[in-house]
């Protein structure tokens, strides 16, 4: 077992999961954030983007951003509001978000 504290505010998420009506309105979603977000992405240094899909319910999937800069919310907002959003918006889909700082991984061996 290998554990890892982060210093303070080094590291933040932010997590988006979405509950579309049907698994090819899902599907749909993630090939626009695979098209769009290697566009931009750039935009935000040191940022990692990780997209996951529910293997019991594949209606239901997560974007997953690790960076590096609390202001980088911003940014990620705003890039957000102009190349996702509007395409979410029209899918309808239910929709929770969190931003957190990391505090710690705990990996095994």
């Known amino acids: 077992m290998e554990w890892k504290e ?7 998420r932010r997590v988006i999961t979405n509950t ?11 090939m626009v954030l695979k098209q ?6 750039n935009k935000l240094p040191y940022s990692e983007l990780e997209i996951t899909r529910s293997i019991e319910s594949p ?8 960076l590096k800069d609390y202001k980088h919310f911003d940014i990620l907002e705003k890039i957000g509001n ?19 700082v990391s505090l710690c ?3 095994g061996s």
């Open 82 to 100: 102009e190349i996702i959003y509007p395409y979410r918006n029209k899918l309808s889909p239910k929709s929770t978000s969190i931003k957190t």
């Open 36 to 41: 769009q977000w290697p566009k931009h992405i």
């Open 59 to 66: 209606n239901i999937m997560s974007a997953m951003w690790t």
């Open 6 to 12: 982060y210093e303070g505010k080094q590291r933040f």
């Open 20 to 30: 579309f009506s049907s698994n090819e309105d899902c599907e749909m979603f993630i």
């Open 105 to 107: 991984k705990i990996s």
